[in-house]
């Protein structure tokens, strides 16, 4: 029994140590690139490992580039953009793709690429086949008022040396929204943006605006224009709301001043009626004076009263003899 017990550790232990020497010498790996072209010696392999980077991501990677011509690429390379935290495999894809489209990209340029965030394959899949990109509803108005909403379809194809430091696909929507805006708001009516919607994909792609982006704007085509509010009426109501406040305002002030004047001339009046009153009392005192002086005798003195008693009889005697039709106005 510990005989058997012997023989089963002693192959376990072959088993496993013949595993460790695989996996530190791909001997299977390295067959797999001879056999493809691809020279490479066992203790590169075997370094590798012990620099952690993955054998069989290279090899592959150095099989598909030399199968596709690209032999310039070396392996020390395809190693420092691994080490780099790059994706060797999706860049050589990338090359392959770019040499079979006549693309010039250099291994250099797509490992920049990759390493700054952007998927360096999809970047040459949309270089060949461009991209469509539907723009969110921009709202202008146009010189006559009249707003407009308007849609429209970007076709863009990748620009491979913009790619590292280009704006995205938010900057050219932003731009071409700009566009249109700028667009909409010097025509002189909104019936000629209807009329002529080119005009504003001709007048749009003038401005250049995919300068410094990382993509190439091909086309803009206005999808769809839609007539919103009608925005240069509402701002004449509300301007002549404004001017309504204003002048009521400023009758509600006249009004005020009116009324303060004409309180100022009851004041005026009333105290015209005290100086009255005051003159009226100084007269007796005036006429003692005068009867202290001389200068008024009691036969006078009777004489006014006579005069005052005859005015105050003839004023009696004409109201009370006056017919109602012969007041003012009255008719026959």
Known sequence: MEFDYLWIIIVMASIIGLWIILYFIPIGLWFTALLSGVRISLLQLILMRWRKVPPTVIVRSMIEAYKAGLSF?????????????????????ALVSASKANIDLSFQ?????????????????????????NTPPVTAVAKDGIQLIAKARVTVRANIRQLVGG????????????????????SKSHKEVLENPDNISKMVLEKGLDAGTA???????????????????????????????IAQAKAEERRAMAVATEQEMKAKAQEARAKVIEAEVEIPLAMADAFRSGNLGIMDYYKLKN????????????????RPTDKPGAKD
Do not use: W
């Open 73 to 93: 690429i070396k392996r020390d390379e395809m190693e420092a953009h691994y080490l780099a935290g790059g994706h060797v495999e999706q860049v050589i894809h």
């Open 167 to 186: 704006a995205g696909e938010e900057t050219v929507l932003a731009r071409v929204g700009e566009g249109i805006v700028s667009s909409i708001g010097s």
């Open 307 to 322: 005069i005052e008693a005859d005015t105050t009889m003839r004023d009696s005697i004409s109201k009370g003899t006056q």
């Open 215 to 245: 993509f190439e704007i091909l086309s803009i085509d206005v999808a769809d224009i839609d007539i919103g509010k009608n925005i240069g009426a509402e701002l004449q109501m509300d301007q002549a709301n404004a001017d309504k406040n």
């Open 109 to 133: 340029m797509a490992t920049a690429i990759d390493l700054a965030g952007r998927e360096v394959l999809t970047a040459v899949q949309m270089s060949v086949n461009p991209q469509v990109i």
